[in-house]
Nanobody, 114 residues
Framework: QVQLVESGGGLVQAGGSLRLSCAVS????????MAWYRQAPGKQRELVAT???????NYADSVKGRFTISRDNAKNTVYLQMNSLKPEDTAIYYC????????WGQGTQVTVSS
């Protein structure tokens, strides 16, 4: 059974930075492209960033130039470095594959104050 465990969220002022981690267990992590999603209150979950098995990346326009997705196959972990945070980045952040193959984890709350 695949388990996704997100961590690293918190409360930060606008302009600050956070680094999120997602530990993946129960599968061969290196076989999968991965992605970060977020869900703000009252809104649908949206795709934020993706990374392929070869570490090619893609970003939503809203975070391009501010967020960086990366992966460490030795640690079965995908990361999201978030810089220049804005209040509109406030959401619960989740990881999964781009096809949402796995059951969702609990997510990690990111709150950006103005």
């Amino acid at each position: 059974q695949v388990q996704l465990v997100e961590s690293g969220g918190g409360l930060v002022q606008a302009g600050g930075s956070l680094r999120l981690s997602c530990a993946v267990s129960g599968t061969i992590f290196s076989d999968y492209a991965m992605a970060w999603y977020r869900q703000a209150p009252g809104k649908q979950r949206e795709l934020v960033a993706t990374i392929t098995t070869g570490s090619s990346t893609n970003y939503a326009d809203s975070v391009k130039g501010r967020f960086t997705i990366s992966r460490d196959n030795a640690k079965n972990t995908v990361y999201l470095q978030m810089n220049s945070l804005k209040p509109e980045d406030t959401a619960i952040y989740y990881c999964n594959t781009p096809r949402k193959l796995f059951s969702w984890g609990q997510g990690t709350q990111v709150t950006v104050s103005s």
